[in-house]
């Protein structure tokens, strides 16, 4: 997007395996310079690992699932809001027990839908507010 990356920004990178090291390959490739302070760990050591930080540095991952009469039914990833609006990062769908973890903009969100999201405290409680918890 638009959003500009400077020195001493955090990331987090999420994928699989084998993306992670495709990552790692590129950046070498094209001579961007990152660090990484340490190995890759899976989601739920990562969420389990949040208690530690202050509340402005966590991390939470949150299941919203699409209701009927949603503004979500109906509506793609780009158009419905949620980096907008809730302020968070789409990490996956899980339909009809199925996961899909390749979300792209394009794609349309079905009622009964399991959105992953990963975001703030604050984006916790403004989905709290908005009852999509």
Not at 23 to 43: A, G, I, K, Y
């Amino acid at each position: 997007g638009d959003i500009q990356v400077l020195p001493g920004d955090r990331l987090y990178i999420l994928g699989t395996e084998k993306v992670l090291e495709n990552f790692n390959l590129m950046c070498e490739q094209r001579n961007v310079l990152l660090s990484s302070e340490e190995e890759p760990v899976t989601l739920h050591k990562f969420i389990d690992r949040q208690s530690e930080l202050t509340e402005e540095q966590q991390l939470f991952a949150y299941a919203v699932k699409v209701k009927k009469g949603s503004d979500l039914g109906g509506s793609s990833l780009r158009d419905s809001g949620i980096k907008t609006k809730w302020c968070a990062c789409l990490i996956g769908v899980e339909r009809a027990m199925l996961p899909i973890l390749d979300v792209h903009s394009n794609f349309v969100f079905n009622v009964d839908d399991l959105l992953w999201v990963i975001g703030s405290y604050k984006m916790g409680q403004q989905l709290i507010k908005n009852e999509l918890l």
